[in-house]
């Protein structure tokens, strides 16, 4: 089947089976392998996106079912100079990441979080951070980093 | 852990998924797909066509009326969370799982899969919620405690659609749930509601306990102590609490007791009904706590 959505921002067609799933559509179909799939099944959040803003198990979705929706991966988070998402920045300033692997899927679940909620506690971070598994870092760095993240953008809404 | 094949088909109406359902054996709605993919995914299910339900836009729609709030099968989940037009589904729908699942799980979807550890199944069975299905040429009310038929299993026959749930309101309500991680399904889960009478004379309370069995259990004599003896006090309140675990019928298994499930029905029967008499103590999942 032949399906058409955006993926940051650019029009994309693939054409897929049915049973492709919207990870695998990105990843095979686009060259786009910074979602990373881990457990194929819904349990990790390594391949969260964002479709319609929304946070999605990519590994949970059909491709067919993003028909005409607008995606946002991990790819699109770099800004046109080349500078680092206050997110990206903050994972590697507070060693938020030691191996890798779940980074895409936690930095995309942050960014709806402080989408949606610009100032969490730090158990607010837990909370929606639990959606995501990692192996190597034991969380806190990964709460630190979403706090300076939110902190950093913060200090720049004020500038504006 | 990739799908197997099946056709694929995304009608735009109620009427032509139930032909497809009905002209297609072994075919599967796709509602949300949050039960559904990790099926697909480990082969567990293999269905020759998936019948997927985005497109019927009349299955989205929420009605809120005195009494009840209507909500059609393939409303988000992140829909509901902090609803006001239905404060317990709004309150119960924080603990579905995570963001990722809430943005694409469904509120017909998780009713259907009719898993009793999951928040809505236990929230239907407390308020007594009608769920309405249509199939080839007919369509039919189906009350909750009539719905539920076992682990994973409902009353819809193989060519219906639940198409919408009507949940009453309730006066005053609690819910509380206790699971092993953040997000997980619960190890036990509580709604309680004090359902008002046809002619509002009167209110009953009507206790729900999910998790445990196959289906989620009403507590009849803890709901009879309720409202006979009343729960103004902390004492009254645990009697109803005590009365409640010992209504469920649990086995150990790898992860709780049935000593231990007792003990937690009771617990959270008396969080939720403290709930309800002070709501201040409404709990979310994102405060942190020790088991109790």
Redesign the interface.
């Given at each position: 089947?032949r399906v058409e959505f955006t993926v940051n921002g650019s029009a994309e067609s693939v054409e897929v089976?049915?049973?492709v799933?919207l990870a695998?559509a990105l990843r095979e179909e686009l060259g786009l392998t910074g979602t990373h799939l881990g457990?194929?099944?819904?349990?990790c959040?390594a391949c969260?996106v964002l479709?319609d803003e929304?946070?999605?198990?990519s590994?949970?979705?059909?491709a067919?079912?993003a028909r005409n929706a607008s995606l946002q991966t991990i790819e699109g988070l770099e800004r046109e100079n080349g500078s680092l998402h206050p997110l990206q920045q903050a994972f590697s300033d507070c060693h938020g990441l030691q191996c890798g692997f779940c980074t895409p899927g936690m930095v995309m679940?942050a960014v709806?979080?402080l989408a949606t909620n610009p100032d969490p506690?730090r158990?607010?971070i837990?909370?929606?951070m639990?959606?995501n598994i990692c192996r190597c870092t034991g969380y806190n760095s990964i709460v630190d980093s979403v706090e300076q993240a939110a902190t950093a953008r913060g200090a720049l809404a004020r500038d504006d | 852990?990739?799908?197997?094949?099946?056709?694929?088909a995304?009608p735009s109406s109620v009427t032509e998924a139930v032909d497809l359902l009905a002209a297609t054996e072994d075919a599967k709605l796709?509602a949300g797909?949050?039960s559904l993919?990790?099926l697909?995914?480990?082969r567990l299910a293999r269905p020759t066509l998936?019948v997927?339900l985005?497109d019927v836009e009349a299955l989205s729609s929420i009605e809120t009326s005195v009494r009840s709030v209507r909500f059609g099968a393939m409303v988000r989940q992140?829909q509901l969370v902090g609803s006001t037009s239905h404060p317990l589904i709004g309150s119960a729908a924080r603990w579905i799982?995570?963001?990722?699942?809430r943005?694409?799980g469904t509120i017909g979807g998780s009713l259907a899969h009719a898993d009793s550890a999951a928040e809505l199944p236990v929230v239907a069975t407390a308020v007594g919620a009608t769920m309405e299905a249509v199939g080839r040429g007919r369509s039919r009310s189906i009350g909750a405690d009539q719905f539920f038929h076992g682990l994973l299993q409902t009353a819809l026959a193989e060519d219906e659609v639940l198409t919408a749930i009507d949940f009453p309101l309730p006066r005053r309500w609690g819910f509380a749930e206790l699971a092993r991680?953040?997000?997980d399904f619960a190890l036990v889960l509580v709604a309680v509601a004090e359902m008002p009478s046809e002619d509002d004379r009167t209110h009953h309370w009507q206790i729900a306990v999910g998790g445990i069995e196959g289906t989620p259990r009403r507590c009849l004599n803890a709901e009879q102590e309720a409202t006979v003896a009343g729960v103004h006090t902390a004492a009254q309140i645990e009697a109803v609490a005590r009365l409640a675990s010992t209504e469920i019928e649990a086995v150990d298994h790898l992860h709780a007791s049935a000593t231990y499930q007792r003990a937690m029905t009771a617990e959270l029967v008396s969080r939720a009904l403290t709930q309800a008499v002070e709501p201040t103590t409404i709990s979310e999942?994102?405060?942190?706590e020790t088991a109790p």
């Open positions: 089947m089976e049915p049973r799933t695998d457990c194929e099944h819904g349990v959040g969260t479709v929304q946070p999605v198990r590994c949970l979705m059909l067919v079912q679940t709806h979080l506690t158990d607010e837990r909370a929606e639990s959606a | 852990m990739k799908p197997p094949p099946f056709d694929y995304a796709l797909g949050q993919m990790p697909l995914a480990l998936l997927d985005q992140h799982a995570h963001a990722a699942i943005s694409r991680r953040h997000g999942p994102s405060q942190r």
